[in-house]
């Protein structure tokens, strides 16, 4: 993987997937805890691996002993391909995790973590992947795509709500969260927040390394 240092991160390129992927790994200073891969919001919106929010949940997770990787989809900046409409972005994130569990030690999970439409492709490729072993997710948009695959989740899911999100209310999250039982829950809502989190972005990476880093309920 050719590599262009930026500080305590490494611009790489994922070549497992069907396609080549622009990528950025970040590393703690100290032994890792674990991994973690972050996916952005939908590329036809604008999303891409520096959008804030990504940024931010990044690097607050590597603060905490995370190794990081946060990548483009297909058709984003240098990655190759193009938008898939859901099924090739899920493949960029298995490919995203796969390639970062060489990068971890043997046998530690690996958390999958989502912002908006990223959220979306967390919860599609989180199931289908042994190594994850939790999924949190940023603001998932539920009054937009199909939240009825995968079906049964097994890993824990941690939700970071938006108080004012237009496209996650509370109700819609209730009955989302009710759905799947004890499995999904919600960790942190951020007061005064909308869905895009302008202003709120270390709130948001505050919040994700908490969830990260919380134990199972047992």
């Not at 297909?74 to 938008?83: I, K």
């Not at 009054?143 to 709500?161: C, E, H, K, M, N």
């Not at 895009?196 to 505050?206: L, P």
């Amino acid at each position: 993987m050719p590599r262009e240092q930026i500080g305590q991160e490494s611009r790489i390129t994922i070549e497992r997937a069907a396609r080549a992927l622009e990528a950025v790994l970040a590393r703690p200073a100290a032994t890792p805890r674990g991994g973690a891969v972050v996916c952005h919001p939908h590329p036809q919106f604008g999303g891409s691996m520096d959008n804030a929010v990504v940024v931010a949940v990044s690097r607050a997770l590597m603060a905490c002993g995370f190794v990081v990787l946060r990548f483009n989809f297909a058709g984003v900046g240098r990655s190759q391909g193009t938008y898939s409409g859901g099924p090739g972005e899920v493949e960029d994130a298995r490919a995203a995790t796969e390639a970062l569990a060489a990068h971890v030690p043997p046998g530690v999970p690996i958390n999958l973590v989502g912002y908006s439409y990223g959220a979306w492709v967390a919860l599609q490729a989180g199931p289908r992947e042994p190594r994850v072993g939790r999924i949190v997710a940023i603001a998932p948009p539920l009054r937009l795509f199909d939240w009825d695959s995968p079906g049964t989740i097994l890993q824990p899911v941690s939700i970071i709500a938006a108080e004012h999100d237009q496209f996650c209310p509370a109700d819609e999250l209730a009955r989302f969260i009710g759905k799947h039982g004890k499995t999904v829950s919600v960790h942190a809502r951020i007061a005064g927040a909308d869905h895009f989190f302008w202003g709120f972005e270390d709130e948001v990476g505050t919040a994700c390394a908490s969830a990260s880093t919380e134990l199972p309920a047992t």
